[in-house]
């Protein structure tokens, strides 16, 4: 079984500043890793994943994030956000050789909503 | 592409009756598409895997005989909420994978709210 743990439940910054949201999951087995973000009253929204090859994943709208196997970390990276980027993001893995039943499912962290002042 | 579709957006139901929440990806065939739950300030929750063509497995502590769900196409699902209560009330998303990869595509979401 696999568990996420987002460390910061909100994270407030000023627009242009950058950012980082950690995230901190735990496997036995090897996983896939992703973020996704979620807007209010939206679904959820792939920024980026990590499958397999570099460890620096870059996403869309300026979002980054580095795999680190030997920290079990994947934080995501912004270098200056905007107003626009004030939402709740999500990191989640999912197991990279699962079969059967378990192919595909995906755990979530906790989630942290990141708000953009100006 | 992969856009997944989630219809309808919102409804208001009476205690006791049943709710059918429908699943669409629009232009790709989901092999597997998977429901979660999402309460107020709270992640989300994986309720059950839908296989085309096969019973849902479900997760523990979620009812099957309550979250009913068919997977009758490659491009459609329904959960349905039956004699929904108050308690039932949350935000229902659901998400698909396209046969082959690894990337679940989320639906916008359905909020429910049982009076």
């Known amino acids: 079984a696999q568990s996420v743990t987002q460390l910061d439940s909100q994270v407030p910054v000023f627009e242009e500043a950058p950012v980082e949201l950690r995230c901190n999951y735990s496997?036995?087995?090897?996983?896939?890793l992703f973020w996704y973000v979620q807007y209010p009253n939206q679904g959820l929204q792939l920024l980026l994943k990590y499958l397999s090859g570099s460890t620096l994943v870059k996403g869309i709208n300026g979002f980054e994030a580095e795999f680190n196997k030997s920290q079990t970390s994947f934080h995501l990276r912004k270098p200056s956000v905007h107003i626009s980027d004030t939402a709740e993001y999500f990191c989640a893995v999912s197991e990279s050789n699962a079969g059967g039943t378990s192919y595909g499912k995906l755990t979530f962290g906790q989630g942290t909503i990141l708000t953009v002042h100006p | 592409g992969a856009v997944v579709s989630q219809h309808p957006s919102r409804v208001i139901c009476k205690s006791g009756t049943s709710v059918k929440i429908e699943c669409r990806s629009l232009?790709?065939?989901?092999?597997?598409m998977f429901w979660y739950r999402q309460f107020p300030k709270q992640s989300l929750m994986l309720m059950a895997t839908?296989?085309?063509?096969?019973?849902?497995?479900?997760e523990q502590g979620v009812e099957k005989d309550k979250f009913l769900i068919n997977h009758a196409s490659l491009t459609l699902s329904t959960l349905t909420v039956t004699s929904a209560h108050p308690e039932d009330s949350s935000f229902y998303i659901c998400?698909?994978?396209?046969?082959?990869?690894?990337?679940?595509?989320f639906g916008p979401g359905t909020r429910l709210t049982v009076l």
């Open positions: 839908s296989n085309e063509g096969s019973k849902a497995t479900y």
């Open positions: 496997s036995s087995v090897s996983v896939y």
């Open positions: 232009d790709f065939q989901a092999t597997t």
């Open positions: 998400s698909a994978i396209a046969g082959g990869t690894d990337t679940q595509y």
